[in-house]
């Protein structure tokens, strides 16, 4: 081959190896919702999608982070208006409620008892799947400190980690699909 | 050619070939909101990609289903809390509210007048000009099955598919442009 | 070499360079909620990702154009509907309300005041640093006709265009990351 063969081949390979790393059959969601159809529904997609052998990747911030909430766990030094959070958020994933219908927890009693019926799997038995399959979760380290939540106080899930929105956006970018729920 | 020059553009076509595969010019979207904006939301994009030519994949899951229910047609065999789900939840395009605002339904009522005031295809206009435009629309099996909804229930619309969510996966996969409304 | 050879690679060439235009660098997000905590979520992705030399284009649509009101400023010749909703919904983005957990107010004054004793930066002040990183702003023109807003009434931001939703697909179309917020 000649030089400028070579070259002209080589740039290309370097060109479509960037556009592969870009666009890895990886799924990066933004969690943001508190409520349990919400929570569910970017559940069911990721455990779908890690069924598929997608990489998938989860971002838990803002009213999200309570559905990880251990509610058998406690962590110390928190300062009054933490303790108020800790108090006024909903402690776990089996204590979320449904954006629309809740009346006053019937609604949400009854869309339970429904999954239960069609053996779908109970929001914490979807997080237990999901750790399973390898997804991986991110808690949002801003929402964290600003509600006062400590690692200690959230579930044992394999792999979870603490960081900055940095980390989803550098996961988003390589991946083919994004989501914000 | 040489024999290994030829193996070196062959692997090349194949890699661009998939990344081709990747990123069509395709619009994947989960619709979830029952909420008369985000829906129109939705079918506003949806629409305007059809008409850019794109091709466009909706999957309706959990409370948007109810936008898609026939209000004229009903369905034999449902149980008591299947019964009750068809009662509470809204019967078709024509009945959803606004998320925000909605003050008793003047809110939705004053937002409809504006609209049609500018010319602005309502709801089950803009599906109609979504099955016209060819847009494909998808709607979430285990949705129904845990609401009780059956597809003789819902609007005539060209195509229109009972799937899994393994579908909108593999159609997200494939899009230039995935979100969720 | 051949001219085969050289056709085979141009081809190539530009097959490639379709696929790098399809997948820039780039973010497009349509912002929709007008929820603070929402907000907030969209400016923290989009200021991060402005940080990282992400070009990022937002289309500011329905409720969330409220934050982009300046209270400071009036437009002239509105009907008797287009008054009613610039006194309904909030006049920009210190008056926009959290999701969840308002509380008449308090909800959301107490979360200003921890973002402000963590420095996070305020609403307001996000909007300027999304300014001078360079974050572009467009705001959707039919919204804008329904709810009766005027170009005048809203902030100084670097370049802010109103445009249709056809801006946001082509931005969307070559942008790796997509988001609805």
Not at 102 to 130: C, D, Q, R
Not at 153 to 179: H, N, R, W
């Given at each position: 081959?000649?030089?400028?063969?070579?070259?002209?081949?080589?740039?290309?390979?370097?060109?479509?190896?960037?556009?592969?790393?870009?666009?890895?059959?990886?799924?990066?969601?933004?969690?943001?919702?508190?409520?349990?159809?919400?929570i569910l529904?970017a559940m069911i997609?990721s455990t779908?999608?890690?069924?598929?052998?997608?990489?998938?990747?989860?971002?838990?911030?803002?009213?999200?982070?309570?559905?990880?909430?251990?509610?058998?766990?406690?962590?110390?030094?928190?300062?009054?208006?933490?303790?108020?959070?800790?108090?006024?958020?909903?402690?776990?994933a089996?204590?979320?409620?449904?954006?629309?219908?809740?009346?006053?927890?019937?609604?949400?009693?009854?869309?339970?008892?429904?999954?239960?019926?069609?053996?779908v799997a109970s929001l914490p038995e979807m997080f237990k799947s999901a750790g399973?399959?390898?997804v991986?979760?991110?808690?949002?380290?801003?929402?964290?400190?600003?509600?006062?939540?400590?690692?200690?106080?959230?579930?044992?899930?394999?792999?979870?980690?603490?960081?900055?929105?940095?980390?989803?956006?550098?996961?988003?970018?390589?991946?083919?699909?994004?989501?914000?729920?």
């Amino acid at each position: 081959m000649s030089v400028e063969l070579e070259q002209t081949l080589q740039e290309l390979k370097e060109r479509v190896g960037k556009l592969e790393i870009g666009t890895k059959d990886q799924l990066s969601m933004v969690v943001f919702s508190g409520d349990l159809d919400k929570i569910l529904a970017a559940m069911i997609i990721s455990t779908g999608a890690a069924a598929y052998d997608m990489k998938v990747k989860l971002f838990f911030t803002f009213w999200a982070i309570s559905a990880l909430r251990d509610p058998k766990k406690t962590a110390k030094g928190k300062n009054f208006i933490e303790k108020m959070f800790g108090i006024m958020l909903p402690k776990g994933a089996g204590k979320v409620k449904l954006s629309n219908m809740n009346m006053g927890g019937m609604g949400t009693a009854m869309i339970k008892g429904i999954m239960k019926k069609h053996k779908v799997a109970s929001l914490p038995e979807m997080f237990k799947s999901a750790g399973e399959l390898g997804v991986e979760i991110n808690i949002c380290e801003m929402s964290m400190n600003l509600m006062g939540f400590k690692k200690e106080e959230m579930i044992d899930y394999p792999g979870l980690t603490i960081c900055g929105v940095g980390t989803f956006l550098s996961d988003a970018q390589e991946s083919k699909i994004q989501l914000f729920i």
